[in-house]
């Protein structure tokens, strides 16, 4: 599905620039793929916003290159098999000079093989699990990996919450929570904590109540729920049911306002570790939220919609160092960005196409989110 606005910001575009009439002064493609409908709707959009908010201040700043871009955005309905085919559009269809997406860790596991067999330089934004930039050396991401993640919250538990015996409630069907729920038991197990019971389930379950009754009866100290934030919120909303009082955690997945819409006061006092907070009173934060209040009705932006905003400007950024749009230059300054400064802190990008950087740790109080701590890497 095409995105409508596409065609608003072209025209926009040509109205703006008329040095784009010269062929090779033409609007840049650069496509996007995003869930901007069904399951993780929330991912796309917020992300989806802030990448456009990145382009429309790029191309009234002129661009790079002379050249301003046109964000051609396609939407996977939060469906397996969509992304891929995505991408292919993108790349045969539009001949898009880049690939911005996905949030999912298995979306963009489908996108990275065909950009990589295309040469055509993908960033995600946000996807977390360590496979999905190994796919090749076109594969990028300017968000912290999961083996970082899962240390984060593996400490957290056992220096903070005290915590020594829990369970790891896994989503088998998405690379994410797996990959998350693996570096997480590593590093409890590491520092002599005890993973006392694991459970599962698939993405788009609703009924957990058999594997919170086993966790119930195990006798843990606390629940991690490696998970996206609709089932988290289900599972945090059944766990009270059953009267389980143990304290919830997770991780990036639960970052969604629909977290709390759906979980309600069962969401008070968990925890989860992410990329970013509003509430950073830095100016390069501050001034981001008040640019996209500005632009999206007053709506507050989340870790996604400034992961979005940065990929987009990070890939500006390699393309003014190359000199050049041709893809093995883009890739290459890509491939060198260091300490490159966005919304969510500075990027240093490591051999393996990663960024190193810190994650914040947030708590919800009084049907709030609120920001705990920054932790760095
Ligand atoms: N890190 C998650 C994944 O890899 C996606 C995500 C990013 C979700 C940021 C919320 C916030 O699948």
Redesign the pocket.
């Known amino acids: 599905m095409q995105f409508p606005l596409r065609t608003l910001v072209s025209l926009a575009l040509l109205s703006l620039v008329p040095a784009c009439l010269a062929a090779d002064m033409a609007p840049l493609k650069v496509g996007e793929i995003a869930s901007l409908t069904g399951k993780e709707a929330a991912?796309g959009q917020s992300s989806h916003k802030g990448t456009l908010l990145a382009i429309e201040e790029l191309n009234a700043a002129g661009g790079v290159l002379g050249r301003t871009f046109d964000l051609v955005t396609e939407d996977n309905q939060s469906k397996a098999g969509e992304s891929a085919t995505a991408a292919r559009k993108l790349i045969s269809r539009d001949h898009v000079s880049a690939l911005l997406g996905e949030?999912?860790?298995?979306r963009s596991l489908e996108i990275a093989p065909i950009a990589q067999s295309s040469k055509i330089p993908m960033i995600s934004p946000?996807?977390?699990?360590p496979k999905v930039t190994a796919v090749g050396s076109y594969i990028f991401r300017v968000?912290f990996i999961d083996p970082f993640q899962g240390t984060v919250m593996a400490k957290f538990a056992k220096n903070e919450l005290h915590l020594n015996k829990v369970a790891v409630l896994t989503s088998v069907s998405?690379a994410?929570s797996v990959g998350l729920a693996k570096y997480f038991k590593e590093r409890f197990i590491a520092d002599g904590g005890d993973i006392a019971i694991e459970q599962k389930y698939s993405e788009g379950d609703k009924d957990f109540r058999s594997q919170l009754t086993a966790i119930k009866a195990a006798g843990v100290g606390g629940i991690f729920v490696p998970g996206?934030y609709t089932e988290a919120a289900l599972v945090a909303k059944q766990a009270r049911e059953l009267g389980i009082t143990v304290p919830l955690f997770g991780?990036?997945?639960w970052?969604a306002p629909q977290l709390i819409e759906i979980g309600g006061s069962a969401l008070e006092d968990t925890y989860y570790s992410?990329?970013y907070s509003p509430e950073d009173s830095s100016p390069a934060v501050q001034g981001f939220v008040k640019r996209f209040q500005a632009r999206f009705n007053g709506e507050t932006p989340d870790?996604?919609a400034a992961?979005g905003y940065d990929s987009a400007v990070f890939l500006a950024d390699a393309i003014k160092r190359a000199g050049t749009v041709e893809s093995a230059a883009v890739r290459a300054a890509l491939a060198a960005t260091k300490d490159f400064t966005g919304v969510t802190g500075h990027t240093n990008i490591d051999a393996n196409r990663n960024a190193t950087k810190a994650a914040v740790i947030v708590t919800i109080k009084d049907g709030r989110f609120k920001f705990l701590k920054t932790v760095a890497p």
């Open positions: 991912f949030v999912a860790s298995s946000s996807s977390t699990n968000c998405s994410y996206y991780g990036d997945g970052e992410t990329h870790a996604m992961l």
